[in-house]
Structures are given as structure tokens and as C-alpha cells.
């Protein structure tokens, strides 16, 4: 991984900053996920995935490869992410899409021991090479699996971030706008000054969503943002994460592929670190190009 600077005191080293040390922290204490296709055996040959051309991309992914201390988990990654869609991760567990994601937010870096080579561009700009990883990780905004909200009011969790990166204007409209944004508002706008743990599950993970886009990212990463959720609360974050995509770019890792069907309109299937297909939501699930892609959604594996 390229040396970056160290930015020095910011303003943006708390709010989603903190978000993401806590979630960094719990990364390292985490055990590791056990790789459950070890004795699949060699993946079949299938070609180069397929990449789909993309004019403006808003991500673009080249060459990535990635190491936790001596171990390999992402291989020679290259696609490129379209602005204002959804892009669906999927694959089985183990296979690196959580990795990817945090590359793409420089949050593997606090990861000791990591390596990454290759480049990452937003916007045709390297995100490791002259940038600063907290403006990386306000740009790129992160939701995670499960709901993190800070011990705070459910005001203050969208108000804190937007605050200390120096938001200038009407705070009150700003969290309005974000809760709003969340499709959140209508649930919470009688109870603002209520601790945000008073929440649902579901409606913590859309206040997370607003906190994150309090900081005006422009794209958001989500890593199976629904897994703890039941199925009213996944069909509201569903509808919100459509909802979104006129303004960000989201990517969503998800192990439920009724729903990357539902949402995206990408997807890239990961196996065993590597990408093995990229194509329209609807052609990868219809038609996939690739037998490994074939064998995993048909449930053959995963
Ligand atoms: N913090 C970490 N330290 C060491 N190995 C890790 C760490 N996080 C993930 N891994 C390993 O990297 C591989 C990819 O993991 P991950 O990106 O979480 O996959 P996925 O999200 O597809 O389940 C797995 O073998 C996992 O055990
Ligand atoms: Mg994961």
C-alpha cells in the first residue's frame, strides 16, 4: 500500500470517522470467517470476466490485489463502478467482497500487516496516492453490517458529523434533509431528542444511512447492510437504497441474491478473491457467461 501522509489533526476524525476506527477495531478482534469452499477445489477456468464498458465511470478499480500479512484475498481486481447505480457484490463467504468495499474507503489501512497494490480512482483521481484517507472516507461514505449508531440522540447522530466537517449552514434543514433522505423523517420527527438505541434495528440502519450521508459523500458503501434486519424493515432500506441512487453511487455487498435481483443494477460475482463476472444484474442472473457464476446462483455452491 502506498504511503500516505499522515493528515494530521481533522476535523473529520471523529463523527463517521469513528464510525470507522470502531468498525476497524472490531475487524481486527473479529475471527476470521472460515473460507467454506476450501475443498471445492480448483475453481473451473472461465475466461476473463466480463467487464462492462462504462463511459464515466465513477469508481474505477485497477489491478487490485490485496494481503492480510503473508495470505492473498483479492487478486488482480479491475472494474469499473457507473455513477448513480446500484453495483450488487456477491459471492460466497470468504471471498473478499467486505475487502474490496473497504478498499475502496482506504478502511483496510488501519488493518496492520495489510498490503494493497494496484489503483483505486474516484472520479479519475487515485484515492491512495496524494489523497487524504479521511477526505477519502467523507467522500466515500460506509454502512455496515450491522447498525452502529453513536450513544447519542437521534438529532445529534446526523448533526455530529456534518459538524465537525465544518457544515456552515442550517442544521436543523440539514439533519431534516438526511433523515428525509433515509426515508426516516416521518418516523422520528416527533422524537429527535430521543437516544437513537430507542430505534428499531431497521431504523437504526436508516439513521446510519443518514448520518453517513451527512457528510455529503457521493458514494456509499454498504456491507450487507440487511443481514440483521427482518423482512418489513430489508424492504424499507430496499426502497431507500433505490430511492438513493438518483444522488450517490452505491455499492451493496449481499450474500441474498433475491435481493441484489431486486436492487442493482450491476452485480459482480467474487470467487475466492477473484472477480469472475460483471455484467447487468438481469444478464448475469439470466444469462451468465461464466459456469462458476452459473453454479453459485443456481445454489450449486455458496
Ligand atoms: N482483518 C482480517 N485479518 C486477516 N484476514 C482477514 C481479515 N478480514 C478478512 N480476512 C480474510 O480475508 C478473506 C476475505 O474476507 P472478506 O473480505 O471478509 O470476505 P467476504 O466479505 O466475501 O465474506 C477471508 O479469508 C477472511 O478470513
Ligand atoms: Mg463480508
Request: a negative charge.
Amino acid at each position: 500500500m502506498p504511503d500516505a501522509p499522515n493528515p494530521g489533526p481533522s476535523f473529520g476524525d471523529l463523527g463517521t470517522e469513528e464510525a470507522i476506527r470502531e468498525e476497524a477495531e472490531n475487524l481486527q478482534n473479529a475471527e476470521k470467517e472460515p473460507e467454506h469452499l476450501s475443498e471445492q477445489g480448483r475453481p473451473t477456468p472461465g475466461g476473463p470476466p466480463d467487464r462492462t464498458a462504462t463511459p464515466n465511470p465513477k469508481i474505477q478499480v485497477q489491478d487490485v490485489s490485496f494481503w492480510y500479512g503473508a495470505k492473498q484475498v483479492l487478486k488482480d481486481i479491475t472494474m469499473d463502478v457507473p455513477p448513480n447505480q446500484v453495483t450488487a457484490f456477491i459471492g460466497p463467504s470468504g471471498c473478499g467482497k467486505s475487502t474490496l468495499l473497504r478498499c475502496l474507503n482506504r478502511m483496510n489501512e488501519l488493518i496492520p500487516e495489510s498490503r494493497l497494490t494496484g489503483h483505486i480512482l474516484i472520479d479519475g483521481q487515485d484515492i491512495y496516492e496524494g489523497a487524504d484517507p479521511v477526505m477519502v472516507r467523507r467522500r466515500i461514505g460506509m454502512v455496515f453490517q450491522k447498525p452502529n449508531p453513536f450513544p447519542k440522540s437521534i438529532y445529534q447522530n446526523v448533526a455530529w458529523g456534518a459538524k465537525i466537517n465544518g457544515f456552515k449552514g442550517n442544521m436543523d434543514e440539514h439533519v431534516e434533509h438526511c433523515l428525509r433522505q433515509a426515508a426516516l423523517w416521518d418516523e422520528v420527527k416527533d422524537r429527535l431528542k430521543e437516544q437513537a438505541y430507542s430505534l428499531s434495528g431497521g431504523q437504526q440502519q436508516r439513521l446510519c444511512i443518514a448520518r453517513t450521508l451527512a457528510v455529503k459523500p457521493d458514494v456509499v458503501l454498504m456491507d450487507e447492510p440487511a443481514s440483521a434486519l427482518d423482512p418489513i424493515a430489508t424492504a424499507k432500506l430496499e426502497e431507500t437504497i433505490l430511492d438513493l441512487k438518483k444522488v450517490y453511487t452505491i455499492i451493496i455487498v449481499t450474500h441474498n441474491m433475491q435481493q441484489a435481483s431486486r436492487i442493482s443494477d450491476e452485480t459482480a460475482f467474487f470467487y475466492l478473491g477473484e472477480l469472475v463476472e460483471l455484467n447487468k444484474t438481469v444478464e448475469l442472473f439470466t444469462r451468465p457467461k461464466n459456469p462458476r457464476t452459473e453454479d453459485y446462483i443456481t445454489g450449486r455452491f455458496g
